[in-house]
Nanobody
């Protein structure tokens, strides 16, 4: 019913930047919060950043000052701008959305994930 498609991952040197995008499509009535999570091998998945439909953001302390989350409600898209990347930012990044479908079901959707690798 609802799909999230991420793009923008890749390999970058430490200190570099990447911008991730996640577009939601399908039977969408509205989207509440959208967010980005990451999981490195051997680690638990952690919240990186989230943004409400009104634009309020929550940023993990580990990336505060380096990462920025934003969204375009008209395009049902959330972005993660990642600057000053560090090797410890290497992980699989997934987007997440809290969606009300046109059938008025509330569901949590996940993207397939995109790999970010930061070389030292």
């Amino acid at each position: 019913q609802v799909q999230l498609v991420e793009s923008g991952g890749g390999l970058v040197q430490a200190g570099g930047s990447l911008r991730l995008s996640c577009a939601a499509s399908g039977s969408i009535y509205s989207i509440n919060a959208m967010g980005w999570y990451r999981q490195a091998p051997g680690n638990e998945r952690e919240l990186v950043a989230s943004v409400t439909s009104g634009g309020s953001t929550n940023i993990a302390d580990s990336v505060k000052g380096r990462f920025t989350i934003s969204r375009d409600n008209a395009k049902n898209t959330v972005y993660l701008q990642m600057n000053s990347l560090k090797p410890e930012d290497t992980a699989a990044y997934s987007c997440n959305a809290d969606v009300y479908t046109r059938s008025m079901y509330r569901i949590t959707c996940w993207g397939q994930g995109t790999q970010v690798t930061v070389s030292s």
